[in-house]
Nanobody, 123 residues
Framework: QVQLVESGGGLAQAGGSLRLSCAAS????????MGWFRQAPGKEREFVAAIGRSGRSTYYADSVKGRFTISRDNAKNMVYLQMNSLKPEDTAVYYC????????????????WGQGTQVTVSS
C-alpha cells in the first residue's frame, strides 16, 4: 500500500521560509516522479513543482519559480519543498503526490496523494 505523509507546514510571515517534507512508502520510490500541489480555499488544486525519478529534472509553476525548490533523497524515500520569500498568496494546503507517467506535469497523471499539510502566510 502506497503512503505519502507530508510534514513541515505551519504559519510563516511574508518573506519567510518553510520546508515541507514528504515521506513515501509502499513502492520503489526511485521509479516514480514526485510532485507538490496546493489548494487554497475555494480554488482548484494546482501544480507547484515536480521532480523526475533521478532528481535531475525539476519543474515549477511560474508563480513559485525562483522562490521554491523541490528536491528528493531516493535513499531515504523523501521529497522536499523548500519555500523561500513566502507570500500571502502561497497560503494553501500542500500535497505531495507520486506519478508513474512520463507526463508528470499533469495533475491527472498522479495516482497517489498525501493527506496534505497547511501552509499559512501572514502579511
Amino acid at each position: 500500500q502506497v503512503q505519502l505523509v507530508e510534514s513541515g507546514g505551519g504559519l510563516a510571515q511574508a518573506g519567510g521560509s518553510l520546508r515541507l517534507s514528504c515521506a513515501a512508502s509502499g513502492r520503489t520510490f526511485s521509479n516514480y516522479a514526485m510532485g507538490w500541489f496546493r489548494q487554497a480555499p475555494g480554488k482548484e488544486r494546482e501544480f507547484v513543482a515536480a521532480i523526475g525519478r533521478s532528481g535531475r529534472s525539476t519543474y515549477y509553476a511560474d508563480s513559485v519559480k525562483g522562490r521554491f525548490t523541490i528536491s528528493r533523497d531516493n535513499a531515504k524515500n523523501m521529497v522536499y519543498l523548500q519555500m523561500n520569500s513566502l507570500k500571502p498568496e502561497d497560503t494553501a494546503v500542500y500535497y505531495c503526490a507520486t506519478s508513474g507517467s512520463p507526463a508528470y506535469l499533469m495533475r491527472l497523471n498522479y495516482d497517489y496523494w498525501g493527506q496534505g499539510t497547511q501552509v499559512t502566510v501572514s502579511s
